[in-house]
């Protein structure tokens, strides 16, 4: 008694029955899920039209759900439409049959291509799915998947939902589906079963048929009919009967044999392989009834050339081989290489030489040695021969990465102005410029745009040129080794023709394109130093023939001829003066004095120099003399990196006072000699003056009155020149008169060339390839534009200027994406690609001959393959597409047979018959393997209405997808049941 009385000893158990269960949990959460989504309520809406399961936008929302510790995802997929209340018509009755269930029986979508395996199976355009999360285990147990349907019954119950739920069960590859429907007073169940073969009492439509009427259980005597719809479909794999969808190499050409070889300045285009793997032909029996079609393990009336039906869909390549493709991929790839020049090709050349060459003396004596023919004779091949002859001569053969035909056929056409022979230096400098002169229409024209827009160079230009030819040697001649060998010879080319005064062919005249690439402004800025220079070297020449009959320094200023000058800024009309230039390379005291004492001459002889021609009808301030534009020097031309380091250096001078007068000065070179050049033209005039001339809107004019009364115009410095300590003021001040042939150079031509060719020598060939990237994109863009001109491919032009402006946007950054350039030039392959099947299916059809309707109706047709998932052929088998489908059918069974020993009997038998007894034909049971191969693939579709589960109750829709593949078996079922009365 005493032990029961301890309190110690007792126990509660209490158990709380409201506590909810993860299960409860869970469906709690999948009820909340479909209120949120709106999904609760009778949906009832009208049925979908023809095709628009394919044509229209399916939309799909997701969410993640917990059953416990195990994570699920909760999907909803639907048809977009245009608005919800088009969507759905909530009708009063209460039994009025869910949205779900009507679809079941709609005929307007079967086999829908590219949709959901759900939608294809169930006709369904709304549904949701529950599934395992990405890193959970697939639904495998029994009881669990019991578990799980339970649940979304009682929920679907429990909301009122009339949209499909279903849970996915099984292994993830083999698409199991297990679901529920629920309405007022019935119920859709949707079963599935699955195998990997065949049953053979299933291998037709008859077997299909019992399994579909045994499991709807019909106790209706005459039970109501089925309707039946049939698809085959049929793989063409072979296609050797067509031509090959690349031409073939040209080998005489330099490229001994390549495929799809092509001549230096042209990029290749088009698959080296079919991009066409498969032809899919799928024939169709819609709509068909019980009895009026027999199919059965005996005898079958599904003739394909009978269907009343065709479409056909092609499997694409993946990833076919294109040879513009490699072209990119391969010279893409070079711009992530670190190695310099001399690591790639071994030990400098150069060096090699000066080491050999021990003894100074006899190396100047070299360089100081005259040529013996002169320049204008020579042409450019003939010019860098001795240049170059050094350098390989202590190059084995074995060691060169670059043939030397191959080498000397991209030098001309890199440079067509060495096969110029005997011509004179004028001659080779408008060839040089021809290429790249461009008329009004032209600069307006597409290649110009889009070469502003890539920012890359004109497609005539050499920079262009030398950006395909290293495409071209990179992958046909040698790779990366004879990319560095080519670049080093065209910087021993561009050396060559700065010290022989040869304009480099190809290139615009004028100061360097900011629009273009860097390298672009380069050679450029080169072309523009050996302009100054040939300029300099022709006046001195002019001036040395005339050496003792020159005019003293009285003269009036230089003729300048017929030389075009824009007014105030000419650099070849004052060198070709009659007086002679004095480069004031240096500040020694000597120069210094030697100046002020011609200044000093000129001065007090008060006669003008370096007149250009007279400003209108102005007349100086301080005399009647009529004011003179003077010739002055053209300001420096610079490259953007040349700016940017300008810039620099001019926003590190800060804000103060004494940075910004060394800013202003800094910036006021070109004005001080514009300055000197007007008061040696203009003798005795003032600041006002060189204003009038110089910026006419700071030379302020009024009317005033005079002491005599009358009106007169009067003028005078604008206010901003009247600030003290103004630039411009003490500029003028510091101005001497001396004509611009006599000042000192504003741009050193000498030192600028040496500075360019000092970049392109240090260039890795990453950072060559970096820089003729925007080139090679700008040719293959106006190769795949020029290609499929001839194809007219809707979806290629939108989609190539959609690749232009991503690249543009890329190009223009200094440091541009890597990522995003692959990307890029990924899309350009694909456009590839795309062209190379249109020409793939063009040549396997036939688009080109003689009948025009035909061929019209053929290309229409094409293009819908390469635009649609799916495209129906007009006239099925007796139409024009038809008919070609059939014929590479057959020959591509022709093609199997002869690897069939009965077929190779037949052929022989056939061979000893009399010549003249035509009758002697293969036998019947093989005329039809030799037009269609087995079906890849069958698909029958069965439905119905009958009462179930009783024959009272409700008529209800009835539905059995059957999939008869090689490896697979299934059959997916959707059956309906009255929950009111059974």
């Known amino acids: 008694m005493a032990a029961d009385s301890d309190p110690e000893s007792e126990v509660f158990e209490i158990t709380d029955f409201t506590t909810a269960s993860e299960w409860e949990r869970f469906i709690s959460r999948v009820e909340e899920v479909l209120n949120d989504w709106k999904l609760i309520g009778s949906r009832v809406g009208n049925p979908p039209e023809k095709g628009e399961y394919t044509s229209g936008i399916w939309e799909e929302t997701c969410q993640d759900i917990n059953f416990a510790d195990f994570k699920f995802t909760i999907t909803h997929h639907y048809l977009k439409q245009e608005s919800t209340e088009k969507r759905f018509?909530?009708?009063?009755?209460?039994?009025?049959?869910?949205?779900?269930?009507?679809?079941?029986?709609?005929m307007n979508n079967d086999f829908p291509p590219r949709a959901h395996c759900l939608v294809r199976w169930y006709g369904l355009r709304e549904f949701v799915v529950i599934s395992p999360g990405a890193n959970c285990e697939a639904i495998i147990s029994e009881s669990k998947c019991n578990l799980l349907l339970s649940s979304v019954s009682i929920a679907l119950t429990n909301t009122?939902?009339?949209?499909p739920l279903f849970v996915q069960i099984q292994q993830k590859w083999r698409r199991m589906y297990a679901g529920e429907c629920q309405g007022p007073g019935a119920r859709t169940d949707f079963e599935m079963v699955h195998l990997r073969k065949v049953p053979s009492q299933y291998n037709h439509l008859s077997g299909l048929l019992d399994v579909f009427k045994n499991k709807i259980g019909c106790a209706l005597t005459p039970m109501p009919p089925i309707s039946i719809s049939i698809r085959f479909t049929y793989v063409l794999q072979d296609w050797q009967q067509c031509s090959w969808p690349q031409q073939p190499p040209d080998f005489d050409a330099l490229l001994a044999g390549e495929v799809g070889g092509v001549e230096f300045g042209k990029l290749p285009f088009g698959a080296c392989e079919d991009p066409i793997s498969e032809l899919h032909l799928s024939t169709t029996w819609p709509n068909l009834t019980e009895g009026i079609v027999v199919d059965n393990d005996v005898y079958s009336d599904l003739d394909p050339l009978q269907a009343p039906h065709w479409s056909?869909?092609?499997?694409?390549?993946?990833?076919?081989q294109c040879l513009l493709g490699d072209f990119l991929t391969e010279f893409f790839k070079l711009c992530c290489r670190k190695e310099t020049t001399e690591e790639i090709l071994g030990r400098n050349s150069v060096e090699e030489e000066v080491k050999?060459?021990?003894?100074?003396?006899?190396?100047?004596?070299?360089?100081?040695?005259?040529?013996?023919?002169?320049?204008?004779?020579?042409?450019?091949?003939n010019m860098v021969h001795s240049a170059r002859k050094r350098i390989r001569r202590h190059r084995r053969l074995e060691e060169s990465p670059l043939n030397n035909d191959v080498l000397n056929s991209i030098l001309l056409y890199l440079f067509p102005d060495s096969a110029l022979d005997k011509t004179d230096s004028s001659d080779v400098k408008s060839t040089a410029h021809s290429p790249s002169r461009k008329t009004e229409k032209d600069k307006d024209s597409e290649d110009c745009n889009l070469c502003n827009q890539l920012k890359s160079s004109p497609s005539d230009s050499v920079t262009c040129r030398l950006a395909l030819c290293m495409c071209l040697v990179n992958v046909y001649h040698g790779g990366v080794r004879a990319v560095a060998h080519l670049w080093q010879e065209f910087v021993l080319e561009m050396r060559y023709r700065w010290e022989n005064n040869c304009l480099i062919f190809g290139l615009a005249s004028g100061a360097p394109d900011l629009r273009c690439c860097l390298l672009h402004q380069k050679l450029q800025m080169l072309n523009c130093c050996i302009e100054r220079k040939r300029a300099r070297d022709d006046g001195k020449k002019s001036e040395g023939g005339r050496e003792k009959n020159r005019p003293s320094a009285d003269a009036t200023g230089p003729s300048v001829g017929s030389v075009e000058v824009s007014p105030g800024k000419s650099w070849d009309s004052w060198s070709d003066s009659e007086d002679e230039f004095f480069e004031c390379l240096s500040d020694t005291d000597e120069i210094k004095e030697a100046e002020t004492e011609r200044d000093k001459k000129t001065t007090n002889k008060s006669k003008a120099e370096g007149r250009l021609q007279p400003h209108g009808k102005l007349t100086l301030r301080n005399s009647s003399e009529p004011l003179y534009i003077p010739i002055t020097q053209e300001p420096a031309p610079m490259t953007e990196d040349l700016l940017e380091e300008q810039s620099e250096v001019l926003s590190k001078l800060g804000t103060s006072a004494e940075g910004a007068q060394l800013r202003a000065r800094m910036q006021s070179a070109c004005l001080l000699s514009d300055m000197e050049s007007f008061k040696a033209a203009n003798p005795g005039c003032c600041l006002q003056d060189f204003v009038r001339w110089y910026s006419p809107r700071d030379y302020v004019e009024e009317e005033v009155t005079d002491e005599a009364g009358q009106t007169v115009v009067r003028?005078?410095?604008?206010?901003?020149?009247?600030?003290?300590?103004?630039?411009?003021?003490?500029?003028w001040d510091t101005a001497k008169a001396t004509p611009a042939r006599r000042q000192k150079r504003l741009f050193d031509d000498t030192k600028e060339a040496e500075k360019v060719l000092h970049y392109l020598a240090v260039q890795k060939p990453s950072d060559l390839m970096r820089h003729l990237l925007p080139c090679v994109l700008h040719a293959?863009?106006?190769?795949?534009?020029?290609?499929?001109?001839?194809?007219?491919?809707?979806?290629?032009?939108k989609t190539l200027q959609q690749v232009t402006a991503q690249a543009s946007k890329l190009l223009?950054?200094?440091?541009?994406?890597?990522?995003?350039?692959?990307?890029?030039?990924?899309?350009?392959?694909?456009?590839?690609?795309?062209?190379?099947?249109?020409?793939?299916?063009?040549?396997?059809?036939?688009?080109?001959?003689?009948?025009?309707?035909?061929?019209?109706?053929?290309?229409?047709?094409?293009?819908?393959?390469?635009?649609?998932?799916?495209?129906?052929?007009i006239g099925a088998g007796r139409g024009p597409a038809g008919s070609i489908i059939h014929k590479l059918f057959v020959s591509s069974q022709r093609l199997a047979d002869y690897s069939d020993e009965r077929f190779l009997l037949d052929v022989e038998a056939a061979l000893l018959a009399p010549m003249e007894d035509e009758s002697v034909a293969v036998p019947d049971d093989r005329k039809a393997t030799l037009d269609f191969p087995p079906p890849a693939g069958r698909e029958i579709l069965l439905r119905t209405r009958v009462p179930r589960p009783a024959p009272y109750s409700k008529t209800l829709p009835q539905r059995l997808f059957c999939v008869l593949m090689r490896e697979e078996f299934r059959l997916a079922g959707a059956f309906s049941s009255d929950t009111s009365f059974f």
Not at 160 to 163: D, F, K
Not at 716 to 730: C, F, H, T, V, Y
Not at 840 to 868: H, N
């Open 780 to 797: 293959s863009i106006l190769k795949i534009k020029d290609e499929e001109s001839t194809e007219d491919i809707p979806s290629v032009p």
């Open 160 to 163: 009122g939902c009339q949209v």
């Open 356 to 381: 050999e060459n021990s003894d100074i003396t006899q190396a100047l004596s070299k360089l100081t040695e005259p040529t013996a023919v002169p320049i204008h004779k020579l042409s450019v091949s």
């Open 312 to 320: 056909v869909r092609v499997r694409k390549a993946d990833n076919p």
């Open 715 to 731: 003028g005078d410095l604008s206010a901003r020149m009247k600030i003290p300590g103004n630039m411009w003021a003490e500029a």
């Open 812 to 873: 223009h950054q200094p440091n541009p994406d890597v990522k995003k350039l692959e990307e890029v030039i990924s899309q350009l392959m694909s456009l590839e690609a795309v062209i190379a099947r249109a020409r793939s299916l063009k040549a396997k059809f036939g688009i080109g001959g003689a009948d025009t309707e035909d061929c019209e109706e053929l290309e229409r047709f094409v293009s819908c393959l390469l635009e649609d998932p799916e495209v129906s052929v």
């Open 89 to 106: 018509k909530v009708e009063a009755e209460e039994d009025a049959t869910p949205q779900c269930m009507q679809d079941l029986l709609c």
